[in-house]
């Protein structure tokens, strides 16, 4: 059974930084591309990052561009988030997904599974 639990949430003042960690079981992060979303209470479920498997290429939405980083310890089996300079419209549910091929896909459906969320708030 795949389990993706994601950890590291909390509340933040803006321009603090937080890292969220995404573990794995059930799956290996190395043969799988793997994606951060993000929901905002009425909004839709939006794309952050994507790291593809082998060459590790990753790709980001514009609004999170230089500040923040996705990355992979295929040792710990997980992925993480850095994420800097937070802003008060960082503020969501942040979700980690893992698709089986090499790229990463910017929509949801793309992937086959996902966390949990966790929550990021960012006071002003």
């Known amino acids: 059974q795949v389990q993706l639990v994601e950890s590291g949430g909390g509340l933040v003042q803006a321009g603090d930084s937080l890292s969220l960690s995404c573990a794995a079981s059930?799956?290996?992060?190395?043969?799988?591309?793997t994606g951060w979303f993000r929901q905002a209470p009425g909004k839709e479920r939006e794309f952050v990052a994507t790291l593809s498997w082998g060459d590790s290429t990753t790709y980001y939405a514009d609004s999170v561009k230089g500040r923040f980083t996705v990355s992979r310890d295929n040792a710990k089996n997980t992925v993480y988030l850095q994420m800097n300079s937070l802003k008060p419209e960082d503020t969501a549910v942040y979700y980690c997904?893992?698709?089986?091929?090499?790229?990463?896909?910017?929509?949801?459906?793309?992937?086959?599974?996902w966390g949990q969320g966790t929550q990021v708030t960012v006071s002003s």
């Open positions: 997904a893992a698709r089986y091929g090499r790229r990463g896909y910017t929509h949801p459906a793309g992937y086959d599974y």
């Open positions: 059930g799956l290996t992060f190395s043969s799988y591309a």
